[in-house]
């Protein structure tokens, strides 16, 4: 007779940290509505996204306003840190432009890393062209 291996489900501490990865392709057919209430529900529950792909203009200032709406209004919310580093800076050629754009219009901005996450979590996020440094709060 064979033992069964038996999972223990582990429990969530509060001073655990989360990370959830998000497929660009998790947000794509939803409308700006539908985008900025799944995010915000991932950040109300203190997990920093990792968002494959960038958000529009758009929608980045219509999170960043519904996250000030909520200060105050949801005990332990500060807000949002959010920061995008593209690699649009490496085409550098007319036709690598030109390639690169069509790609854009044809399936997204992919070529992107987004992170978003709750400023009690997040201390400060520093971007340069290259790279994003990601600080965090100590629990």
């Given at each position: 007779m064979m033992a069964k291996k038996v999972k223990k489900k582990q429990v969530k501490k509060k001073?655990?940290?989360?990370i959830h990865f998000?497929?660009?392709s998790e947000i794509a057919r939803e409308d700006i509505l539908g985008r900025i209430k799944k995010i915000m529900g991932?950040?109300?529950q203190?997990?920093?996204?990792i968002l494959q792909g960038k958000l529009k203009p758009e929608e980045e200032t219509r999170l960043i306003e519904n996250s000030?709406?909520?200060?105050g209004n949801?005990?332990?919310?500060?807000?949002i840190e959010i920061a995008t580093i593209s690699g649009e800076n490496e085409h550098k050629t007319v036709f690598n432009r030109l390639r690169h754009n069509l790609a854009r219009i044809l399936v997204g901005?992919?070529?992107?890393?987004?992170?978003?996450?709750?400023?009690?979590?997040?201390?400060?996020?520093?971007?340069?062209?290259?790279?994003?440094?990601?600080?965090?709060?100590k629990r």
């Open positions: 001073d655990d940290l989360t998000m497929p660009y991932i950040i109300l203190q997990k920093i996204i000030m709406t909520l200060i949801i005990p332990n919310f500060a807000g901005e992919k070529d992107a890393i987004t992170i978003i996450g709750p400023a009690t979590v997040v201390k400060e996020i520093t971007r340069n062209p290259k790279k994003i440094e990601l600080m965090l709060q």
